[in-house]
Nanobody, 124 residues
Framework: QVQLVESGGGLVQAGGSLKLSCAASGRSFSNYLMGWFRQDPGKEREFVAAITGNGGSTYYSDSVKGRFTISRDNVKNTMYLQMNTLKPEDTAVYFC?????????????????WGQGTQVTVSS
């Protein structure tokens, strides 16, 4: 069992930056592939970024590549998402997820655990 808690969301102007954190409790954090997804009301959860258990590989959606950076600290059991050059279209609730296997990092359906989400609002 893994519990996830996101933090760091807020209101920022376009062009600004935010850093999200996802704190995990439970065993064997490094065994989990971790991902960030975002969701607007009435829409499906959209892949943003993912990172393998040892942090050796990272993956990004085309819409955030070059602006966002995913990282993790397996000693602190925490994952991060540094978001730079934010745009109004980045506005959403951001969720972190944990996946025990590496069978579908780009789809929310394959993640086993989720946090409660944190709101990111980018004003124009």
């Amino acid at each position: 069992q893994v519990q996830l808690v996101e933090s760091g969301g807020g209101l920022v102007q376009a062009g600004g930056s935010l850093k999200l954190s996802c704190a995990a409790s439970g065993r064997s954090f490094s065994n989990y592939l971790m991902g960030w997804f975002r969701q607007d009301p009435g829409k499906e959860r959209e892949f943003v970024a993912a990172i393998t258990g040892n942090g050796g590989s990272t993956y990004y959606s085309d819409s955030v590549k070059g602006r966002f950076t995913i990282s993790r600290d397996n000693v602190k059991n925490t994952m991060y998402l540094q978001m730079n050059t934010l745009k109004p279209e980045d506005t959403a609730v951001y969720f972190c997820g944990a996946q025990a296997g590496d069978i579908g990092k780009f789809s929310a359906n394959f993640y086993d655990y989720w946090g409660q989400g944190t709101q990111v609002t980018v004003s124009s």
